[in-house]
C-alpha cells in the first residue's frame, strides 16, 4: 500500500499512476452518480480526497459507508489544480475491510480536547492527536540520537523497586495480594512485607540511583522509561505515570550537566523542525500561533542562568502578584517560574543552588552548607521541565544526610557503596518527557501529550 505521506512527498512520481491505500474513512459526500470520500491512513494528518463514480460495481455500498470505516482503495492519482488539495484519487476499485457504525463519535466537525479525553481510544483518528503523537515520536527518537551520537549507554532501570529515590514518598505501592488476603501486623496494620518481594516494594519514581551505578561503570549513560509518582497534585503539567530521561555523567559537574541539557533541548527542537515540519506547522497554526517563531528564538539564545537566592531576590519584589509569597527558602511554585522565564528572560533559564532543605537528598552540598548544586530548568508557557544536580559523592557527608532525614539506611547502602568504591565527581538530570512535549507541540493540558494518560482520579482504558 502506498501512504498518503509518500504522495505528499512524491507526487510527481505518483502522479497518474494507479495506487492502492489503506485508510479510515474522514468524511463521505455522495450525490446521484458520483461521490467524494476524505482518507486518512495516519502517515500524514491531512486526509486525501478519493472521488468515486457509479461505475464501481459496489458503488451504493460506498455511498453508504459510514464516517470511520477502514477501506482500501485502489484508483489513479490526478492531478487538480484549481482545488484546497492540489491532487486526488479517483478510484477504480473500492474493498471495505471494516464499515463503521453511525455512532461513531467522530464527526466531520472541530471536537473540544475536553471531549476527546473521554473518546482516548479513538482521538488519535484527529489531525491534532495525529500531530502531537507523530511530533511525541519523532522527539523521543531524537532523544535517542543525541545520545547515542554522544556515546552514551542506555540503561534500562527497573520499574519496580525497592528504595525511594527522590525520596518524597509519593509512590505507589505494588502488592500481589487480594487487599482482603493482605496479612495484618499485631496493630491491624497491613504488612505488605510479606509481599511477593519479602519486603516493601513501589512502583520507581525515578531511575537515577540505578543510574548513577551504571555511570559509575561506563562514564556517560541516560535512561528512558516510565516513573510513577502518586503526588497529587490535580494540574495541567502532573501526571502518574509518566516517562522521564535521565542523563548521568562521571568526572563531571553542574556545568556540564546544564551544558548537556542546552545542548540536547536544542538538538531536539531542530531535530523535530526539520523531520515534522508539516505537524508543526499545523500545531503552530491551530494550537499556539507562536510557536515556531518561539522554538526559532531558543535555538539562537543562550539559556538564562540565575541561582536561586538571585532568583527570590527578583520574586520578592513581585509578591504582591503571586497566589504564594516567596521568601528565601520557599520553594518556586509554577507562577514564579513562569514569571522568571516569561517576563524576566523571556527565554529558558537555569536556576541553581536551592536551598538544600527543598531539595532531594542525593544533591552535592555546597561549602555554604546552606545550597545545594542543584539545577532546574525552566521554559516559558510551562516553568521546571528539568531537574537535575552534582551529587553528593562524600560518604561522610551521605551518610549525615541519610540520617539527618530518617531515611532507612539499608535500603540506600548499596548507594553509599557507590562513594566508597571509585566515588568519581558526577551529575545528572531528568527530562519529564512530557513535558519537553508540551514545550515543542505548545498544547498545553498534560493529558494531551499522553497516549493514556493516568493522572489524580483518572485511570481510564
Ligand atoms: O525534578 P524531578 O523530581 O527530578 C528527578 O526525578 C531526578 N531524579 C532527576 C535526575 O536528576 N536524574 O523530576 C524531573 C522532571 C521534572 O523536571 C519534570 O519535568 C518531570 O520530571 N516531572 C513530571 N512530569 C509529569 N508529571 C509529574 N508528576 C512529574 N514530576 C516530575
Ligand atoms: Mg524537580
Sequence with gaps: LTTVKQIWENREAYLDREIDLGGWVRSNRDSKSFGFLTISDGSFFEPLQVVYHDSLSNFQTIRKINVGAALIIRGTLVATPDAKQPFEIQASEISVEGDSAPDYPLQ??????????TILHLRPRTNLFQAAFRVRSVIAFAIHRFFQERNFVYVHTPLITSSDAEGAGEMFRVTTLDPNDIPRTPDGLVDYRADFFGKETNLTVSGQLDGEAFAQAFRDIYTFGPTF??????????????????????????????????????YIIRYVLEHAPEEMEFLNRFVDTGLLERLNHVLNSEFGRISYTEAVDILMQHNDSFDYKVSWGTDLQTEH??????QVFK?????T????DIKAFYMKLNPDDKTVAAMDCLVPGIGEIIGGSQREDDYDKLLARIQELHMDEESYRFYLDLRKYGSSRHAGYGLGFERCVMYLTGIQNIRDVLPFPRTVGNCEL
Design 353 to 356: 543552588d536551592y536551598p538544600k
Design 108 to 117: 466531520k466537525k472541530r471536537h473540544s480536547p475536553e471531549f476527546l479525553r
Design 347 to 351: 527565554r529558558p533559564l537555569f536556576v
Design 229 to 266: 509518582r502518586a503526588e497529587n497534585s490535580n494540574t495541567t503539567r502532573h501526571a502518574a505515570e509518566f516517562w522521564m530521561i535521565e542523563p548521568e555523567i562521571s568526572f563531571a559537574d553542574l556545568n556540564d550537566a546544564m551544558a548537556l541539557a542546552e545542548d540536547m533541548l536544542k
Design 337 to 342: 517560574e513562569r514569571f522568571l522565564t516569561e
